[in-house]
């Protein structure tokens, strides 16, 4: 009777995995994460490093804001290229949590990645309490029409 029972929890677990991993959007489209600047002394697994003109710079691996922090956005040509920036309105409690970030990191570097790649930094230089967060520029037109396919455009009504 154990053997049986054994075999059984044991098919269930096998069919049950692909299941329980597969609960989010499927290889989540237009990923954008920003990093806040942190010291470099810290746990190697916690941090990162990027070089911003010859220097050496850490940030966070644990995003400050991501997409989950987003309701909506909008692209403009960022005048380098065929290049794009985009304007993303966040959330109330992200609104307030990027306020309280700026407040208290003014100097420091907070650095965006779009689908795993570094691709804009800014310093931040005083608080920020509209709730809008900018990538200045570094997106392709690929990317704001993956972000079409996760985010409403600012202004639109429709939520998808």
Known sequence: M???LTAWVAFFALVASP???SGGKAGKMGMVTF??????????KMVFDQMDDGKQRF???AP???MNDMVAFTPFPSGEGDEYGIVFQLKDAAKRRLNGISIANQGKYLLAQ?????????IIDKPVDDGLIVVWKGLSSEDVTLFDKV???IGDDQKK
């Open 2 to 4: 154990n053997l049986r």
């Open 19 to 21: 299941v329980a991993t």
């Open 35 to 44: 990093h806040l600047e942190t010291e470099g002394g810290g746990n190697p």
């Open 59 to 61: 940030f966070t691996r």
């Open 64 to 66: 400050e804001i991501s």
């Open 114 to 122: 779009v689908n795993g790649r570094v691709v804009d930094g800014v």
């Open 151 to 153: 985010l409403p455009r």
